[in-house]
């Protein structure tokens, strides 16, 4: 297992933007997984965005679409996650994940897991 660690986080208006990061320990394995997903109070964790870290396929969550990137660097070890057009239902810790998996968004998939970074989107 990598050890994660999420930083970025913070307020931002509505339609404004923030980049998380999430750097890891170790080099991953080779075509890790490397995920996005969000909690909110009261409701259940849901997947943001993913990506392999070599065949760098970006899967992207309904939320996500036409809004978030996602994107993983090698020579920093570091994943992140761009956010732009933030809405207030966007509001939630935001957990970085690794691991092997087959469906990209399902956070049963994952092994890994930082400890969460709190973004919040309000006037």
């Known amino acids: 297992q990598v050890q994660l660690t999420e930083s970025g986080g913070g307020t931002a208006r509505p339609g404004g933007s923030l980049r998380l990061s999430c750097t890891t320990s170790?080099?991953?394995?080779?075509?890790?997984?490397m995920g996005w997903f969000r909690q909110a109070p009261g409701a259940e964790r849901e997947g943001v965005a993913a990506i392999r870290t070599v065949s760098r396929s970006p899967y992207l969550g309904d939320s996500a679409l036409g809004r978030f990137t996602i994107a993983w660097d090698d020579a920093k070890n570091t994943l992140y996650l761009n956010m732009n057009r933030l809405k207030p239902d966007d509001t939630a810790m935001y957990y970085c994940?690794?691991?092997?998996?087959?469906?990209?968004?399902?956070?049963?998939?994952?092994?890994?897991w930082g400890r969460g970074t709190q973004v919040t989107v309000s006037s």
């Open positions: 170790t080099v991953p394995p080779r075509d890790y997984c």
């Open positions: 994940a690794a691991g092997w998996c087959e469906r990209m968004l399902q956070s049963e998939q994952y092994t890994s």
